[in-house]
């Protein structure tokens, strides 16, 4: 190991030891953990940006022509944002809201027939993937069951959870009279 009196006064060698710290680093050394540290970043804003490149869009199930029924196509999966209170303010930015009824469950999709948009192009049905049973729970996702009558709001393809939709209820309805004016 080099010490401080053995090295030459050009700086070609440096004693780099956990010992001094980020004190006597060299410039390489500075250069590796800057590209690495960009690496990270851009590997970090790379992975925001493309996450909701594979999920369905609002819509994006919407088929037209003859023999074929208008769908549109949301999931149910969490986020990464946190539950809070449901409030107009908030379901008010949401770009798909229906009242509508679900008329079949099957494979991990809940079909629904909307009897109101309230936000959102108009649709003769609205399929709905949901997590499984034990995730709903934990994600206060909703429990679609045939024949029951639900609220939903979605924003880019995905079903606003935290109880911005559920079930029917007055006072989810007062909410989204609030958000949408009817």
Aim: glycine share 10%; proline share 4%; net charge negative.
């Amino acid at each position: 190991m080099w010490h401080r009196d053995d090295v030459p006064d050009d700086d070609t060698l440096t004693d780099e030891s956990r010992r001094t710290g980020t004190r006597d680093r060299s410039p390489l050394t500075w250069t590796v953990a800057i590209v690495v540290v960009l690496l990270i970043a851009g590997a970090a804003l790379f992975a925001l940006l493309s996450r909701g490149s594979d999920e369905p869009e609002a819509g994006s199930g919407d088929r037209s022509g003859a023999g074929s029924t208008s769908t549109t196509e949301l999931v149910a999966e969490p986020s990464t944002e946190r539950c809070m209170t449901p409030n107009v303010e908030v379901l008010r930015l949401q770009t798909v809201a229906f009242d509508g009824v679900v008329r079949s469950v099957t494979g991990g999709e809940a079909t629904l027939e909307p009897s109101h948009f309230y936000a959102g192009d108009e649709t003769a049905q609205v399929v709905v993937q949901a997590p499984d049973r034990d995730l709903q729970a934990l994600l206060a996702a909703v429990d679609f069951r045939e024949g029951e009558r639900y609220l939903v709001a979605a924003s880019d393809g995905r079903v606003t959870l935290c109880g911005f939709s559920g079930p029917y209820t007055e006072e989810l309805e007062r909410l989204y009279q609030g958000a949408f004016g009817g």
